[in-house]
């Protein structure tokens, strides 16, 4: 390992100093409460990795207001205790058991990579994402019943589509989780499904009712 | 679902439709212009959920700069192509073979709630946690590599230090992954270890050569 | 002082051009006329600072339609016109004798931390409060009358009926101001007693044929 | 007092209804959590009544977020621990000692009545003010070193000097209380002075190094 662990970036080093002389100073106070009492997140979101997301931003949110996982195309897995490790199911259980955060949100974006993959796997364009060894396909595999109720779309409309079902299976798998179930059945917690336009800014959000998203 | 899937509090969207109207008019360009052209980040950065780490701020990173995943106590798994869903595994999967990144970042931070529990786990006090339904305590097993290292030091300082072994397990794992290793050894990409003091707002990095965590 | 002042958080910053860019903007005109024309509230709430408090949500109200003081434990003090500074006497003679509110409303409410304290004080468990200096200790002193009246009751169920008596003990002192009286006794003002439930959302108010509160 | 405390205003009611249908719906979950877990806001801030004043809906800020203080012209007295009333000292005093918030601000505002008529008292119109049982005129005493330093200006712009001298009285009274003093020494706590022009929507803040306030 020793040969390929670096030192910083200098930009990076000249940008934390920045941060450090400025918007730490200015909330230095709270950083400590933050450090001293702990966090107390009133919501928990699940978004993507991509760089483009930025959901502290476009909700004004700052330190201590989100605990924030992300994965990509933002994606639960099904409830399956099997003892084996898995990261999201950690995060929820986390927030959820511990934490008791107020709202559970999944975030989904336009131009997801990870979607646009999971959409030529599952139409036969992506063969290197079927082969086992491949980490993202098999994280991809996810969203195959996403697939299925898209796949009688027109064509050019179905990785938009398949975008929106990666929120929405998300939302499904979340309830299969016992103390996802019971926090939602005794009011403890509500839930969210949001879509992300990365090019026009625009936010949807899910409408169980209709089974449709809805402009913000 | 349909109970339980609510429209986002009023506060929220209050806030987004600032951000709309202020970060986001000022920066349509270059938001249509990511989602047109797609991302292409220079870095990735592991991190934790906390609510209190925000490597965007910290490093003054805007849309586009970072590839972030985020998950219980920043940690990455061994390579183990065993083609079940690994979310952090596909993550960097994408992030060095898909986006080719040039950085590839791992932020740990203090008061870590994931690595506290891991140490109560690993010293008893924490049964629930190993119990097999447990998905934390499935995933905070990952860090136990870390805890047989510093188990020796005086107590009061083993929680700090297996925040600072996260950070080292999450390296020495990432190496094991072929696709890391190379591009990492034909240079096309750098490895880097941070850990972030949420009161005092320091920042340490990973020094090999001395196998300890120095100022930034 | 010039060294402790500083630049206004930069997440408030962000808000506060959010807001201005949509909710300003959006009520321009009638944000100008209030400008110009002034204000003219129908109602005066006095109200606890606590910071879960807030009136205008729950009453759905905008700007102009209250005129609003917030101390620890929502008190009005006795009249005592002996030329002292007397903040919360000041804001009812101006909203009482200026403004001519209509109604006059005193919001109380659940897990208030001053009326909590002001029962340890009158129980002996809180000397620190007791002490000359104490600012926190001085004001609660007010609320005595209120706890002479609670203080029979299963110890269990004082604290919440103090916060009841923290709300009538107001509308009795209310009425020894002359200026309220006269406005009440010409039917140009009524007055209100209210008690909100911070964890149920539940709203009561008092009725002084009873002498007891009822569900709103 | 029987006889003039009255059921309250039916539209009052409605909105009341309307407000626990919908945003405490949505919100129960965390409204419970801030019920049994307590506030811990991040701000104290120093306001006026006047209903046109906001503070939460400029900074976008919802219940759990600033402990509020609203008072005639946003004023703070000197420190005087004489065993009286005071109900802006012990608002202070219980932010500062008890809730150790790490944001202490004053925020003034644009035609500010309180302001105006310590303008006309000053300058000697307004004999009723200065009566000993003016309960106004003797909390706006608290502004005349404000008056002092804008006398010499022309005449026409005395009062809104006189709103921003409000805010800055208001800062060096609160510097004059030793817990103030010692948050602020200590870093664990920052100050702020604000002036909100109602009209224009426009907000400035005090820049001590200028002795000036200045657009956000």
């Known amino acids: 390992m020793h040969e390929h662990v670096r030192p910083l970036p200098s930009y990076l080093v000249n940008r934390f100093h920045g941060w450090q002389a400025t918007a730490y100073a200015e909330n230095k106070a709270w950083y400590r409460r933050l450090a001293e009492e702990g966090q107390r997140p009133r919501s928990m979101v699940i978004s993507c990795c991509d760089s483009r997301v930025h959901v502290t931003s476009i909700f004004g949110a700052d330190s201590g207001e989100f605990f924030i996982h992300r994965n990509i195309a933002n994606l639960v897995p099904p ?7 898995h990261g999201t199911s950690a995060a929820v259980e986390y927030a959820v058991s511990s934490l008791k955060v107020a709202h559970l949100i999944v975030l989904g974006h336009s131009q997801c990579g990870g979607v646009a993959g999971c959409h030529a796997m599952c139409t036969g364009h992506a063969p290197e994402l079927e082969e086992k060894t491949s980490f993202v396909g098999a994280w991809l595999d996810l969203l195959r019943p996403g697939f299925e109720r898209v796949k009688e779309q027109p064509e050019e409309k179905q990785v938009n589509a398949l975008e929106h079902e990666a929120v929405v299976v998300s939302l499904e798998n979340l309830i299969t989780f016992p103390f996802v179930k019971a926090a939602l059945d005794s009011d ?3 839930l969210h499904g949001l879509w992300h336009d990365i090019g026009s800014g625009a936010l949807e959000q899910y409408n169980p009712a209709r089974g449709a998203f809805e402009q913000v």
């Open 79 to 85: 409830y399956n205790p099997d003892g084996d490790h």
């Open 188 to 190: 403890n917690m509500t």
